[in-house]
């Protein structure tokens, strides 16, 4: 079955900085990419997603690259925020609408 | 409505009684799933429906477990004879059809103790 790896596990950034989330996957027939924040105790939220047909999307500070052939797929945050400080989840949809998702990383962001 | 609507948002239960954790979908979305969040870890699926098909149960994790939903409407996920590894946010998502993102409910907090 489909397996979403997803690297680092937690990350620590200061206020200003970059923050790079990278994550693999295993079916080739994978074709669509979201990421989640989730924040404390809250629910995850769709922050990004992109398909298989686009290898960039942009939305403002935040952006998602994918590269098929390597099969993996980025978050990158520019600027980064106190208020970013949150868990985030990449995930791949299977077949129908599954999606499988990445065990998630900590961001921290130091102000 | 407005949102994934999920019900009770905490739910304390014995060990080896039975639970039914309530999902509403928002209104018009075909798709429905239930994962399971162990405290610090990530989405675990659990079950899918999408309209009238048959769902995917794919991902439960053993008999105690199972879920209804009729039509495009509520569904309900059902523990029986609970165990203490059962404890663990169970997270309802739906969506429009099979080519859109999610959108969580706030989950249901269960503890087994």
């Known amino acids: 079955g489909e397996n979403v790896e997803q690297h680092p596990s937690t990350l620590s950034v200061q206020e200003g900085d970059s923050a790079v989330i990278k994550c693999t996957y295993s079916d080739s027939a994978s074709n669509y990419f979201p990421w989640y924040k989730q924040e404390l105790g809250k629910r995850p939220q769709l922050i990004i997603d992109i398909r298989s047909n686009v290898g960039e999307k942009k939305d403002q500070r935040i952006a998602v690259t994918l590269n098929k052939t390597a099969k993996h797929f980025s978050l990158h945050i520019t600027e980064t925020q106190p208020e970013d400080s949150a868990v985030y989840f990449c995930?791949?949809?299977?077949?129908?609408?599954?999606?499988?998702f990445g065990a998630g990383t900590i961001l921290r962001v130091k102000s | 409505g407005a949102g994934v609507s999920q019900s009770p948002s905490n739910k304390v239960t014995e060990k080896g009684k039975d639970v039914e954790l309530r999902c509403d979908p928002i209104s018009g979305h075909t798709a429905l799933y239930w994962y399971r969040q162990r405290l610090g870890q990530g989405l675990e699926f659990l079950i899918y429906?999408?309209?009238?098909?048959?769902?995917?149960k794919s991902g439960l994790p053993s008999d105690r477990f199972s879920a209804e939903r009729t039509g495009e409407s509520v569904s309900t996920l059902t523990i029986q004879r609970t165990q203490q590894e059962d404890s663990a946010v169970y997270l309802c998502a739906s969506s429009l059809a099979q080519n859109y993102g999610y959108t969580f409910g706030s989950g249901t907090r269960l503890t087994v103790v």
């Open positions: 429906f999408q309209g009238n098909s048959a769902p995917d």
């Open positions: 995930a791949a949809r299977l077949y129908g609408n599954k999606l499988v």
